[in-house]
């Protein structure tokens, strides 16, 4: 099932040759039109970077949490808009699908999107929903040789460029997954959602009206799909910290390169204080950001689910990001404003961060309620160890 030959390069080099000569350069250009590149997407495929966490079995890398760290940092750091772009196919879809899939769905599905041939999107929140996916009204009813699926996704990341979408409905009141092909009767996909930043991801509306979904297109067992719904969520989540963490690092080097320059009364500007004081800042945060980010991605064990890591890096990284571009664009002036150069554009990203893949709201949410459940559970089974003792 390989799409072509992994290279014995390290992951980290290709990436960020592919950044240097490839992802950079287009990056304004995508950002204007508010396009998908997809040819872009399809090289990144030929050079096996959209199956990172695949088994090279399934055409994968044979990746893991870190490797995809580092290729969503790297790619962030010329743009953050064609790095969610490649998360939406390379996490949402293709990790999510391969771990749910059979071998008949992985071998009619994973070629296709691991070339880029075909387009994947995750169609998980709904207009009414937003951040609580388990309040989603999407239902699916058994019939005759499948299912019929109704309801509405939003907000669904290269919808308009979608050939298939992984579908999140309930099933007798749980989460089920299913594969949806975008030319069965019922799919429609509505026009591109104009947004503020990651232009070059375009997101849509997906509905689903009586569609017909048959019974081998079932991902997993009917009713289970909220365990592999929540790991994807972790996932996805350290993936966007790395992706903050690229765009804070890239707004650092901005810095440095103004602070080396001269003032209009040729004094340098690493001299002035107000440029002293963002730049150190920025690096500080930065730094610990991508400290925290490595340690959570290094240590996670997709056997062992715990969100308390991937809520608490995207926490940070995403407040880290924005407030990095925004100093970088107060040390750059009114030329950071300006189009130009580049630094309005990753501001206008790093905003995103702090609201896609959940919010800085339901992370802290999360973050607090693990934290007093674990005590809990620790004092609870401290308590039993000390009764048994006495």
Same mark, same amino acid.
């Given at each position: 099932?390989?799409? %072509?030959?992994? $290279?014995?390069?390290?992951?980290?080099?290709?990436?960020?040759?592919?950044?240097?000569?490839?992802?950079?350069?287009?990056?304004?250009?995508?950002?204007?039109?508010?396009?998908?590149?997809?040819a872009?997407? $399809?090289?990144?495929?030929?050079?096996?970077?959209?199956?990172?966490?695949?088994?090279v079995?399934?055409?994968? +890398?044979?990746?893991?949490?870190?490797?995809?760290?580092?290729?969503?940092?790297?790619?962030?750091?010329?743009?953050?808009?064609?790095?969610?772009?490649?998360?939406?196919?390379?996490?949402?879809?293709?990790?999510?699908? $391969?771990?749910?899939?059979?071998?008949g769905?992985?071998r009619?599905?994973?070629?296709?999107?691991?070339?880029?041939?075909? #387009?994947?999107?995750?169609?998980?929140?709904?207009?009414?929903?937003?951040?609580?996916?388990?309040?989603?009204?999407?239902?699916?009813?058994?019939?005759?040789?499948?299912?019929?699926?109704?309801?509405?996704?939003?907000?669904?990341?290269?919808?308009?460029?979608?050939?298939?979408?992984?579908?999140?409905?309930?099933?007798?009141?749980d989460?089920?997954?299913?594969?949806?092909?975008?030319?069965?009767?019922?799919?429609?996909?509505?026009?591109? #959602?104009?947004?503020?930043?990651?232009?070059?991801?375009?997101m849509?509306?997906?509905?689903?009206?009586?569609?017909?979904?048959?019974?081998?297109?079932?991902?997993?067992?009917?009713?289970? &799909?909220?365990?592999?719904?929540?790991?994807?969520?972790? #996932?996805?989540?350290?993936?966007?910290?790395?992706?903050?963490?690229?765009?804070?690092? +890239?707004?650092? /080097?901005?810095?440095?390169?103004?602070?080396?320059?001269?003032?209009?009364?040729? +004094?340098?500007?690493?001299?002035?204080?107000?440029?002293?004081? /963002?730049?150190?800042? &920025?690096h500080? /945060?930065?730094?610990?950001? +991508?400290?925290?980010?490595?340690?959570?991605?290094?240590?996670?064990?997709?056997?062992?689910?715990?969100?308390?890591?991937?809520?608490?890096?995207?926490?940070?990284?995403?407040?880290?990001?924005?407030?990095?571009?925004?100093?970088?664009?107060?040390?750059? %002036?009114?030329?950071?404003?300006?189009?130009?150069?580049?630094?309005?554009?990753?501001?206008?990203?790093?905003?995103?961060?702090? #609201? &896609?893949?959940?919010?800085?709201?339901?992370?802290?949410?999360?973050?607090?309620?693990d934290?007093?459940?674990?005590?809990?559970?620790?004092? /609870?089974?401290? &308590?039993?160890?000390?009764?048994?003792?006495?």
């Open positions: 099932m390989s799409v %072509g030959t992994v $290279a014995a390069e390290p992951l980290e080099e290709i990436v960020a040759r592919f950044v240097q000569d490839e992802v950079a350069p287009q990056a304004d250009a995508h950002d204007r039109s508010a396009t998908l590149n997809r872009l997407l $399809a090289r990144a495929g030929a050079l096996g970077l959209l199956g990172i966490t695949l088994p079995a399934d055409g994968g +890398r044979g990746g893991d949490m870190l490797d995809a760290a580092t290729a969503h940092r790297r790619l962030a750091w010329a743009d953050p808009g064609f790095a969610i772009a490649f998360l939406a196919q390379t996490i949402l879809f293709t990790h999510n699908f $391969a771990a749910l899939a059979d071998e769905q992985r009619r599905v994973l070629p296709r999107v691991l070339a880029a041939e075909w #387009i994947g999107g995750m169609a998980m929140t709904e207009p009414s929903g937003g951040t609580d996916v388990l309040a989603m009204r999407s239902r699916a009813e058994r019939v005759p040789g499948g299912y019929v699926v109704q309801g509405a996704k939003t907000l669904i990341t290269n919808a308009p460029d979608a050939q298939c979408f992984l579908v999140y409905a309930k099933l007798d009141g989460v089920t997954s299913f594969l949806v092909e975008r030319d069965r009767a019922g799919v429609s996909v509505g026009p591109p #959602i104009d947004k503020m930043g990651m232009r070059a991801a375009p849509a509306e997906l509905v689903l009206d009586a569609c017909f979904v048959p019974r081998q297109n079932l991902l997993g067992r009917e009713r289970a &799909g909220i365990v592999q719904m929540m790991r994807n969520l972790e #996932i996805e989540r350290v993936c966007l910290a790395a992706m903050a963490v690229g765009v804070a690092e +890239r707004c650092v /080097h901005e810095m440095i390169d103004d602070a080396s320059s001269l003032d209009a009364a040729g +004094r340098p500007r690493a001299e002035d204080g107000h440029v002293q004081r /963002h730049l150190a800042e &920025g500080a /945060h930065t730094a610990a950001a +991508r400290s925290l980010l490595d340690d959570v991605a290094g240590r996670r064990n997709p056997a062992l689910a715990s969100r308390v890591g991937a809520d608490s890096v995207k926490l940070f990284a995403a407040r880290t990001a924005k407030d990095v571009a925004d100093r970088a664009v107060q040390v750059r %002036g009114m030329a950071g404003v300006c189009r130009e150069r580049g630094l309005e554009r990753l501001l206008r990203d790093a905003k995103l961060l702090e #609201i &896609g893949g959940g919010t800085l709201e339901a992370h802290q949410r999360n973050v607090a309620l934290l007093v459940r674990a005590a809990r559970i620790a004092a /609870h089974r401290s &308590g039993g160890r000390d009764a048994g003792e006495r």
